[in-house]
């Protein structure tokens, strides 16, 4: 029984890497997983890619050189807070949805879901339907950080808004590994460069599950067990690695941001008093198989979004009136919830 299943399985993978080339790179880059080997490989890789991103670099040196050693950078006075606010109305607006429970309803208001809810995801076209969202993702700091970093253009592989809820069903979730071992903390092992932009959307303090991340570890080898992708703060420490100095958490008010590398390890704390929202923009080389398969957004080109770092969110069209931009609501891809996929438990194993 358990070698069919197993068969079954690496058919359905086969399956997905013939017909859609984003799940063949993926499971692709995954069969290397030492991050120094992984580091030469994206070198490489980076020289056949678009460069020259932005002219900006030399104002963003600072933000450029932390990040390299750190693997991480706080975004100070970057977005105001109004800002920010702006974009959690917005979404208030809009039904969130828990990717792992299609059988439930949506929600507007986080105190309405269900109680077994621990994530809850809002639709990309309801996300990208707000314009202000596009334009952080495409800001030159931002831009500059991850072009020096990448050694090449990114491409904004993914865009997501989600809430975390305190007081979910703990018996529900007793198999959630996010849940299961709140000690553990993760990489994410989706491209050769990965680097994500974190924007809280609410008041985030120690109680409503700050992100934590653990400095300088983006470089740490990979652990010789059966679980390459997590570690505990212990292991850390008993191989040598200084946690206490590294270890951060990060809280602040809405518009707080950071950029951080996903090979360094990290974790959202389970929260214990206020739910949290956060936006999170994924830059990698590659179109992510989790991201739509088509654009959603229409836009004129009178803008300055580079077509080729937002190829899989927009479609840029000469034909339409000069400062046009809308989510196409014709196209499936516009309903889809994050992660809905046949293989979402390999994303959905820890969060951030």
């Known amino acids: 029984m358990h070698s069919e299943i197993l068969i079954q399985k690496y058919l359905r993978l086969i399956r997905q890497g013939i017909t859609d080339y984003r799940w063949f790179l993926y499971y692709l880059q995954r069969q290397k997983l030492e991050p120094l080997d992984r580091a030469r490989i994206a070198s490489l890789i980076s020289c056949f890619l678009p460069h020259e991103c932005v002219t900006a670099a030399k104002h963003y040196q600072d933000d450029i050189t932390h990040f390299r050693a750190d693997g991480i950078r706080l975004l100070e006075d970057w977005l105001p807070e109004s800002e920010a606010l702006k974009i959690r109305e917005h979404l208030l607006g809009r039904p969130c949805f828990d990717p792992d429970r299609f059988d439930k309803p949506g929600f507007y208001d986080p105190e309405a879901a269900h109680a077994s809810c621990l994530h809850s995801y809002y639709r990309i076209g309801d996300i990208l339907d707000c314009p202000q969202i596009l334009k952080l993702a495409n800001h030159p700091r931002i831009l500059s950080i991850i072009n020096s970093s990448f050694g090449c253009k990114p491409t904004i592989s993914l865009i997501q808004a989600w809430w975390l809820r305190h007081g979910f069903d703990q018996y529900e ?8 071992y709140p000690n553990s903390y993760h990489r994410d092992i989706d491209d050769w460069s990965e680097a994500r932009l974190f924007i809280y959307l609410t008041d985030v303090d120690e109680n409503s599950g700050p992100h934590s991340y653990i400095r300088k570890t983006q470089q740490y080898p990979t652990f010789d067990d059966d679980n390459k992708f997590s570690v505990t703060p212990k292991q850390l420490e008993i191989s040598g690695f200084p946690v206490a100095e590294n270890l951060i958490n990060i809280v602040g008010q ?7 590398n996903t090979m360094g390890f990290h974790r959202a704390r389970i929260p214990i008093q206020r739910h949290r929202l956060l936006l999170c923009i994924t830059y990698t080389l590659f179109p992510q198989p989790f991201a739509p398969a088509r654009p959603v957004v229409n836009c004129s080109t009178d803008n300055d979004l580079d077509p080729y770092i937002n190829r899989v969110y927009v479609k840029q069209s000469r034909t339409l009136q000069k400062g046009k931009f809308y989510v196409d609501w014709s196209k499936s891809e516009s309903f889809e919830i994050p992660y809905a996929q046949p293989n979402r438990a390999l994303r ?5």
């Open 173 to 180: 979730n007793q198999n959630n590994l996010y849940f299961k």
């Open 254 to 260: 809405p518009g707080t941001a950071w950029l951080m």
């Open 348 to 352: 959905l194993r820890y969060h951030d």
